[in-house]
């Protein structure tokens, strides 16, 4: 089918959507694109005069792509070096999606990325339609090809996994801002003291540097052995500064719409610190360090304004 220019578009002014739908699904700015892309072509092949709601179709291709792209990611997961963790998303980023609710601010929120991939395809969906896009469960269930008390289940099953993984619940950004502040003070003082004392008991640290940039195979835990793993993860050698390819700045700034420490060198995203805080202390850190996932964040970093570093290292 030949496509008009209004298809073309229609579709453009739709496919930030579709990416943002696409990234919460599968944790990966490229993937969601390829499948915003892949969803274009369908878009090219299809008679789009026959379709109704050109928004419900797109929606619908796209979330079924994503479905088939999950089961082979799992596969691929499996053999990954390391951990996996999503690719973080600096403020900004049109793939964070819509923000107005509590609901969507949750739905990207590091923590709740890290959550889904416990969930089936079928419950990550329906979690991300429902509670990020707010669709309503007639809409999902056409969508998925599934009944309306399907989705229903399905959502329940979903919310209660993320809840049953989110035991404690998260402090206002502005003191979440204040305790990242606080970490990094105590991480660069090259003392252990200060850093258990931000810490709840059962604290776990992740990264994720898929094999291309050194990190822990298994994932630390319990405040003492955390808080040894920061403080020589913060301490500079001239091995990691070369490593890295120079002097590391850490900023403080938002990821995931949760306050987080940016490390730049030389304009370039080395590292995103997700920071899970508490009114506990600092729950969780997942540490994304893999190149391959902080390419989108090096341009979004370039094209932002941001303030000036904490603290550089080297």
């Given at each position: 089918?030949?496509?008009?220019?209004?298809?073309?578009q229609?579709?453009?002014?739709?496919?930030?959507?579709?990416?943002?739908?696409?990234?919460?699904l599968?944790?990966?700015?490229?993937?969601?694109?390829?499948?915003?892309?892949?969803?274009?072509?369908?878009?090219?092949?299809?008679?789009?005069?026959?379709?109704e709601v050109?928004?419900?179709?797109?929606?619908?291709?796209?979330?079924?792509l994503?479905?088939?792209?999950?089961?082979?990611?799992?596969?691929r997961r499996?053999t990954?070096?390391?951990?996996?963790?999503?690719?973080p998303?600096?403020?900004?980023?049109?793939?964070?999606?819509?923000?107005?609710?509590?609901e969507q601010?949750?739905?990207?929120?590091?923590?709740?990325?890290?959550?889904?991939?416990r969930?089936?395809p079928?419950?990550?969906?329906?979690?991300?339609?429902?509670?990020?896009?707010?669709?309503p469960?007639?809409?999902?269930?056409?969508?998925?090809?599934?009944?309306?008390a399907?989705?229903?289940?399905l959502?329940?099953?979903?919310?209660?996994?993320?809840?049953?993984g989110r035991?404690?619940?998260?402090?206002?950004?502005?003191?979440?801002?204040?305790?990242?502040?606080?970490?990094?003070a105590?991480?660069?003082?090259g003392?252990?003291?200060?850093?258990?004392?931000?810490?709840t008991e059962?604290?776990?640290?992740i990264?994720?540097?898929?094999?291309?940039?050194?990190?822990?195979?298994?994932?630390?835990?319990?405040?003492?052995?955390?808080?040894?793993?920061?403080?020589?993860?913060?301490?500079?050698?001239p091995?990691?500064?070369?490593?890295?390819?120079g002097?590391v700045?850490f900023h403080?700034?938002?990821?995931n719409?949760?306050?987080?420490?940016?490390?730049?060198?030389?304009?370039?995203?080395?590292?995103?610190?997700?920071?899970?805080?508490?009114?506990?202390?600092?729950?969780?850190?997942?540490?994304?360090?893999?190149?391959?996932?902080?390419?989108?964040?090096?341009?979004?970093?370039?094209?932002?304004?941001?303030?000036e570093p904490?603290?550089?290292?080297?």
């Amino acid at each position: 089918m030949s496509v008009t220019m209004d298809d073309v578009q229609r579709f453009e002014a739709f496919r930030p959507r579709l990416e943002a739908i696409a990234y919460r699904l599968l944790g990966s700015s490229s993937e969601a694109e390829d499948a915003a892309q892949e969803t274009y072509l369908r878009w090219q092949a299809a008679d789009t005069g026959l379709i109704e709601v050109p928004e419900a179709w797109l929606t619908k291709v796209v979330t079924n792509l994503c479905l088939n792209q999950l089961g082979s990611a799992r596969a691929r997961r499996e053999t990954y070096v390391g951990q996996w963790l999503p690719e973080p998303l600096l403020a900004g980023d049109p793939m964070l999606g819509p923000l107005d609710t509590a609901e969507q601010r949750e739905s990207v929120s590091y923590a709740v990325l890290v959550l889904l991939e416990r969930l089936t395809p079928a419950e990550r969906a329906v979690y991300v339609l429902r509670e990020a896009f707010d669709y309503p469960h007639r809409e999902i269930a056409q969508i998925l090809d599934i009944s309306e008390a399907a989705s229903q289940q399905l959502l329940h099953r979903a919310k209660k996994h993320v809840a049953q993984g989110r035991v404690r619940a998260e402090v206002e950004a502005a003191t979440a801002r204040r305790v990242v502040e606080e970490f990094l003070a105590a991480a660069t003082s090259g003392r252990t003291e200060p850093l258990v004392r931000l810490l709840t008991e059962d604290v776990e640290a992740i990264g994720d540097g898929g094999g291309k940039i050194p990190a822990r195979a298994r994932a630390v835990q319990g405040a003492l052995e955390v808080a040894k793993f920061m403080r020589g993860l913060f301490k500079p050698s001239p091995a990691k500064l070369g490593l890295v390819g120079g002097a590391v700045e850490f900023h403080l700034a938002a990821a995931n719409d949760r306050p987080a420490l940016v490390a730049v060198v030389d304009g370039r995203v080395v590292g995103v610190m997700c920071l899970e805080i508490s009114a506990g202390g600092i729950a969780a850190f997942r540490n994304q360090v893999n190149p391959d996932k902080l390419e989108r964040a090096t341009g979004i970093w370039a094209a932002t304004e941001h303030d000036e570093p904490l603290a550089t290292l080297g």
